[in-house]
């Protein structure tokens, strides 16, 4: 060992000679650790970057909802009798005026018949009066009948004209309660299963409907929306950030229980203005067109509902936003000299996979949105203008 020292000095005087150096080590000068950013010997990190641009887009919320038929006819009779045969199918389609039960008609039609012959004798004694009232008119003018006689017989008129009157508004009423002798249908819908068959007997103030019909084309649908949402909706309005759409109706689509789309489209008709006590809650109510009886009252679906447009919307993609130690939001930018910079965001609402920026970002700056995770705040990175897709339909969180 002793005698190898000589040879490793004189090679080291001789690589001193020709220029040469020892290797550098990891964490100097031009290493990972070192100028030139953290991609290490081959210079600044390359990122890709796309430029922040205002768009349109719709504010939508997804609520949790009930369907209801659009109108509910309970069928119940307005006199009283024997039900002689009921005429429609149970769970029929039916219209509006449609035949639906038989009343026997026996003593509705004994009734009418005497009102009629009331009829017959009241124009009788009226005719009689006023053809009597005629002569004495025309003694009356030679003076043969005193003026008492004559004002009797004006009175006699009078009064058998006021009995005709009342037997004809008589007739009137039994022929309408002839005709409640036969029970049709208030609406058209569907019809549900008669509690009363033939053979009944029915009354005019029973409370127990014979049966029920829906109309099922439209079909409402009842929502609930937090009091809390309605109030931030109404301040984006009031700052002017989101605006009503033209038609002032807002678009409703709907997602059935087990996940699937509605085909059609159906608009908002109601918004609610009282608070529910136990639920914090405002009903809202939409209009579905329902042709084909797909829905049925009572389901339980989700609405789709288009609350408002915003037409300088700022759309940042939910992967590149980060938070901070204290749960802020934040993205990376590419300030002047390429250098990376950090925007503390405010966020509203869900767009699709991207974010509603409300504050934090203007126009025009540069976004990495890509190797977000490969530069710190102050690095210089190089960028690469690459395209980002964000949807243009958002939801509330």
Known sequence: M??????????????SACGGSAPTTQGGPGGPGGPGGRGGQGGPVEVGIMAVRTERAALTTEL????????????RPQISG?????????????????????IDPGTWQAAHESAAAAVAKAEANALTARLRNERILKLAESGAVSQQDRDDMIANLRQAEADLATARAALKGATINLGYTT??????????TSDFTEGALVTTNQTEPLTMIQQLDPMYIDLVQSSTE????????????????????A???????????YPLEGTLEFTGVTVSETTGAITLRAVMPNPRGQLLPGMYVRAVLEQGVSDHAILVPQRIVQRNDNGDPFVLVVDGGNKVGQRLLTTANVIGDSWLVTSGLSPGEQLIVEGTQKVRVGDTVKTVPVT??????????
């Open 82 to 102: 024997i039900i002689q045969k009921r005429l429609f199918e149970e769970g029929a389609n039916v219209r509006a005026g449609q035949p639906l039960y038989r």
């Open 251 to 261: 678009r409703v689509k709907l997602r059935m229980q087990d996940g699937s789309e």
């Open 64 to 75: 949790p909802g009930r369907t209801v038929a659009f109108r509910i006819a309970q069928v």
């Open 183 to 192: 029970i049709a249908a208030p609406i058209s819908g569907r019809i549900a």
């Open 230 to 249: 309605v109030m931030r909706l109404r301040q984006q309005f009031d700052s002017g950030t989101l605006k009503s759409d033209r038609s002032n109706k």
């Open 388 to 397: 980002a897709s964000a949807g243009a339909t958002a939801s509330a969180p």
């Open 2 to 15: 002793r005698a190898g020292l000589p040879l490793f000095a004189t090679l080291s005087l001789f690589l």
